[in-house]
């Protein structure tokens, strides 16, 4: 066999990684450089966040240690039984390769992920020696995330945590049989355990903060996971009610989406094309609307279709306020902000400039316009001073009044 460059290594194990959604580098603690000391900074002029426009973060070094897997999992181009170049970084290579991208200002940190070679505590092992080298002999203070391995020791898993700023587990499928069919190496009970020991030293580290001034980070970024959407059977009322109780149960910073691609020789159990895109974008905003806008899982499911998934031609938060008519219109000048968080078109941005502006008079429609993108979308659901929707709200062909027109771009 030849001897892989760095260049083709790299082409390798970062086009491997472009699979891999949860990694935004948001909420974690802020370190950098200034004074001489150490390289680089979780923050600050130089360093910002590119995005794809599929809405990925791109702005970190994103590779895999390695694409060598001793799994088999269906629907990963890099399972063991799949045709594809494979490549190995040592730690050390991928330490001098962050830090040379981070002096060259293309990134502000590492996203590092892997295979499964030899072993899980072995892979696990080379993650954690990567993370060492960047942090004690680089000083390195930028931020990592390093994707940790449910059945490698845990206290490699611990070890990692005090390294990274952000550690993460994906849970790979919302549905125990979708994880068997597919994934017969991955084990739910394992993921999830793997999930709740980490939640359990994450409380315990900043419990430590408070008491003692120098005692250890652990994942001051917390731990994200993902699921892979339109491999199996699984509806969006099944997704978004895993969600929910990933983070309830696992006090998860985000929950990832990424739509299934097709991926070369393709085991016969998997669907022959990918699920439409914006399935995806609407499970990051029904993720939004449990989040912040006070919905419960039930309420994002009862948005969704015959099907048990969510409209692809309108967002949630209208599908669920066409449903439930009877809750609208609401008066702008005395709603509560719970009510007025589940009128379509309203931000949580505009609903606190709402709160506020109307202590001090009464609000007209076109006080409320200037604080949304479309008043269009508003107009049905909304009492102001001068406005009443009367039979607007009630009207058969609503949905096809508010839903986005659709537009054949040109081609030159």
């Known amino acids: 066999m030849l001897q892989q460059t760095l260049k083709q290594k790299l082409e390798i194990l970062a086009d491997a990684a472009k699979y891999d959604a949860s990694c935004a580098s948001s909420g974690t603690a802020k370190k950098n450089s200034l004074g001489g000391k150490g390289i680089g900074s979780t923050e600050g002029m130089g360093i910002c966040h590119a995005y794809a426009p599929d809405g990925r973060c791109i702005s970190l070094l994103k590779v895999l240690l390695t694409n060598h897997c001793i799994f088999d999992c269906h629907y990963c181009v890099n399972r063991k039984s799949s045709n594809v170049a494979r490549a190995r970084f040592t730690p050390q290579e991928i330490a001098d390769l962050t830090i040379a991208f981070y002096k060259r200002n293309y990134i502000e940190g590492l996203f590092l992920s892997s295979g499964i070679i030899k072993s899980s505590n072995h892979t696990m092992e080379q993650l954690v020696e990567a993370a060492r080298i960047l942090r004690e002999e680089h000083d390195f203070r930028g931020y990592i995330h390093l994707k940790t391995i449910p059945e490698a020791d845990p206290e490699l898993i611990h070890q990692a945590g005090l390294y990274a700023d952000r550690v993460s587990i994906n849970v790979e499928l919302p549905t125990t049989a979708g994880l068997t069919r597919l994934a017969p ?208 709200t009630d009207r058969a062909d609503l949905r096809a009044l508010l839903a986005p027109k659709q537009v054949q771009l040109e081609l030159f």
């Open 185 to 392: 190496d991955k084990d739910e009970r394992q993921i999830e355990g793997a999930l709740a020991r980490t939640k359990s030293r994450i409380i315990e580290a900043k419990d430590e903060r408070k008491r003692f001034r120098h005692a250890p980070r652990f994942a001051p970024a917390g731990q994200s996971t993902q699921m892979i959407v339109g491999a199996d059977d699984a509806t969006d009322a099944d997704i978004v009610g895993k969600a929910s109780r990933l983070y309830g149960s696992f006090g998860l910073r985000r929950v990832y989406y990424s739509a299934f691609s097709p991926i070369p020789d393709a085991s016969a159990v998997l669907p022959l094309k990918r699920p439409p895109l914006m399935r995806e974008h609407r499970l990051y905003q029904s993720d939004w609307l449990m989040r912040f806008y006070g919905f419960a899982p039930g309420e994002v499911a009862q948005a969704t279709e015959a099907d048990g998934n969510l409209p692809l031609d309108i967002d949630p938060k209208l599908a669920w306020a066409l449903k439930f008519r009877e809750s609208f219109p609401v008066d702008v000048n005395r709603a509560s902000k719970e009510q007025l968080l589940r009128v379509p078109g309203l931000g949580t941005t505009a609903v606190g400039k709402i709160l506020a502006a109307r202590r001090h008079r009464t609000l007209r429609l076109d006080d409320v316009a200037r604080l949304t993108q479309s008043i269009a979308k508003v107009r049905p659901f909304l009492v102001a001073l001068d406005w009443r929707p009367t039979t607007l």
